[in-house]
């Protein structure tokens, strides 16, 4: 539980406050359930036994002492019972409240501000999980469907572009496939001084791309393009 609550200490709560309010709570919590967070008033005066809230990913747990803090009054509700929750900030503070299905309601007032705030997200959190139950799992589950489609695609992509790179490259042998260069006639194809402009750039970006693939050598490419510069 100390572990849990790490973060909350963050939020300029009181550790003595925190530490006497969990002790009380160790035994009221059922299994299974966590501290999600914690609320404690802190009123402009001193205020010796402050009311504080506690929201576990079950309930909502009003603490309030009584009997010049010896004791403690907890009052607890269910998220399901829980129809709404609001916050609103003042000047010294911000008081927050929510309301029952049984159209009950129950207001912390001097909470800081910024608790006041993480104790709304978590409830709204809670909330929204009460109302969308396989919500988080059906999104999970459309994130992994289109990993799992946008990675097919990719293959795809890849081989289509493969195979195009393939057809490009003449059909003899690999040291005749690079005799065009020098002006040759290779498989029945024009010589390079015989081609447009057009057709030597497309042809100098298919070298380029047999390059960034690994299929001819760097010096192989360098040779090519000098030719065709000449030609262009």
Same mark, same amino acid.
């Given at each position: 539980?100390?572990?849990?609550?790490?973060?909350?200490?963050?939020?300029?709560?009181?550790?003595?406050?925190?530490?006497?309010?969990?002790?009380?709570?160790?035994?009221?919590?059922?299994?299974?359930?966590?501290?999600?967070?914690?609320?404690?008033?802190?009123?402009?005066?001193?205020?010796?036994?402050?009311?504080?809230?506690? *929201? $576990?990913?079950?309930?909502?747990?009003?603490?309030?002492?009584?009997?010049?803090?010896?004791?403690?009054?907890?009052?607890?509700?269910?998220?399901?019972? *829980?129809?709404?929750?609001?916050?609103?900030?003042?000047?010294?503070?911000?008081?927050?409240?929510?309301? $029952?299905?049984?159209?009950?309601?129950?207001?912390?007032?001097?909470?800081?501000?910024?608790?006041?705030?993480?104790?709304?997200?978590?409830?709204?959190?809670?909330?929204?999980?009460?109302?969308?139950?396989?919500?988080?799992?059906?999104?999970?589950?459309?994130?992994?469907?289109?990993?799992? *489609?946008?990675?097919?695609? *990719?293959?795809?992509?890849?081989?289509?572009?493969?195979?195009?790179?393939?057809?490009?490259?003449?059909?003899?042998?690999?040291?005749?496939?690079?005799?065009?260069?020098?002006?040759?006639?290779?498989?029945?194809?024009?010589?390079?001084?015989?081609?447009?402009?057009?057709?030597?750039?497309?042809?100098?970006?298919?070298?380029?791309?047999?390059?960034?693939?690994?299929?001819?050598?760097?010096?192989?490419?360098?040779?090519?393009?000098?030719?065709?510069?000449?030609?262009?």
């Amino acid at each position: 539980m100390i572990d849990n609550l790490k973060k909350i200490l963050n939020e300029d709560q009181d550790p003595k406050a925190i530490e006497k309010i969990t002790a009380k709570l160790e035994n009221l919590l059922m299994s299974n359930e966590e501290i999600g967070y914690i609320a404690v008033q802190k009123k402009p005066a001193v205020t010796l036994f402050p009311d504080s809230i506690v *929201v $576990t990913n079950k309930r909502i747990i009003l603490c309030k002492p009584k009997n010049l803090g010896l004791s403690m009054e907890f009052i607890d509700y269910d998220w399901d019972d *829980v129809a709404a929750s609001f916050v609103k900030e003042g000047i010294l503070g911000a008081d927050y409240t929510f309301t $029952t299905k049984s159209d009950l309601t129950h207001t912390i007032d001097y909470l800081p501000k910024n608790q006041a705030r993480k104790l709304y997200t978590f409830a709204k959190e809670q909330l929204d999980l009460l109302k969308n139950p396989k919500s988080v799992v059906i999104e999970e589950s459309k994130t992994a469907e289109q990993q799992f *489609v946008a990675e097919e695609q *990719v293959e795809e992509v890849a081989t289509e572009e493969v195979t195009n790179f393939a057809e490009i490259m003449p059909t003899t042998n690999h040291i005749s496939s690079f005799e065009e260069p020098k002006g040759e006639v290779v498989s029945g194809e024009r010589k390079l001084n015989e081609l447009s402009q057009d057709e030597l750039f497309e042809k100098l970006q298919n070298y380029k791309k047999l390059l960034d693939n690994g299929l001819i050598l760097q010096g192989e490419y360098d040779n090519y393009k000098k030719e065709i510069l000449m030609n262009m």
